[in-house]
C-alpha cells in the first residue's frame, strides 16, 4: 500500500495538507540544491527546486509511495525575494512591496517510483502602502524572518495584503487544489 510523503520541513504545509483534509501523510524534511543556472523564468525556478527535491527524497521512501515536493518563491519586477538574512533586510523587502502588486510562484511535484509530474501555480497578491511604523512593528513580531517575501499571508502578515488573484493557499507555499488533481492523477486524491 502506497503512503503520502510530504518532502518539506514547513509546517505551514503540514497544516494546509491537514486542513484540506488529508488525515495520514509522513514529513520526511530532504534537503537539495536550491540553486538553478541560466536564465530561468520563475515558474520554471520553483518547479526545477520542486524537482529537486522530489528526487532527493526518492531514495528514502518506498517504489509505491508517493512524494509530495514544493518549492515557493515571491517575485517583485522580476526580483526573487526569498526569505530575509536579518531584520533590516525584512524592512528593505516590506518597503519594496508597499503599495504594490508582486507574484507568489509555487512549484509542486508529485511522484511516484519513475513518474513524476510537476507544476506551477502563480497568484498576484496586492500590498496595502504601508508606513515605516507598520513596517517595523511587523518585523519586531520576528514572524518575516522564515518567509518568501518577509511576510506570511496565514499570520498577521494577512493585514499587509489589500487583495489577492488566485489560490491563496499557494501564497502560504503549497497550492492544495491544484496539488488534489495531480494526486488525483496519481490514484490518491484528498477527496
Not at 491537514?18 to 543556472?37: H, I, K, M, N, Y
Not at 515558474?43 to 515557493?72: C, F
Not at 504594490?100 to 497568484?123: F, K, N, P
Not at 494577512?158 to 489560490?167: H, I, K, P, R, W
Request: with cysteine; charged share 30%.
Amino acid at each position: 500500500m502506497e503512503h503520502i510523503i510530504l518532502a518539506s520541513a514547513s509546517p505551514r504545509r503540514r497544516e494546509i495538507l491537514r486542513r484540506a483534509g488529508l488525515e495520514t501523510f509522513t514529513v520526511l524534511p530532504v534537503e537539495a540544491d536550491e540553486s538553478w543556472s541560466g536564465e530561468l523564468s520563475p515558474e520554471e525556478i520553483v518547479s526545477s527546486i520542486s524537482r529537486k527535491k522530489a528526487l532527493a527524497a526518492r531514495p528514502l521512501v518506498g517504489e509505491r509511495d508517493i512524494v509530495i515536493a514544493a518549492d515557493t518563491m515571491v517575485f517583485l519586477d522580476g526580483l526573487r525575494l526569498g526569505k530575509p538574512h536579518s531584520q533590516e533586510e525584512a524592512v528593505w523587502m516590506l518597503r519594496r512591496l508597499s503599495g504594490r502588486d508582486h507574484t507568489v510562484w509555487t512549484g509542486v511535484t508529485v511522484a511516484q517510483g519513475d513518474r513524476m509530474e510537476t507544476e506551477a501555480e502563480a497568484t498576484a497578491v496586492r500590498f496595502f502602502p504601508l508606513t515605516e511604523e507598520e513596517i517595523r512593528r511587523y518585523v519586531a513580531t520576528g514572524e518575516p524572518m522564515d518567509k518568501a517575501g518577509a511576510y506570511g499571508l496565514q499570520d498577521r502578515g494577512s493585514v499587509l495584503v489589500e487583495g489577492l488573484e488566485g489560490d491563496c493557499f499557494n501564497v502560504m507555499g503549497l497550492p492544495v487544489a491544484r496539488l488534489e488533481r495531480m494526486l488525483r492523477r496519481f490514484g490518491a486524491g484528498i477527496l
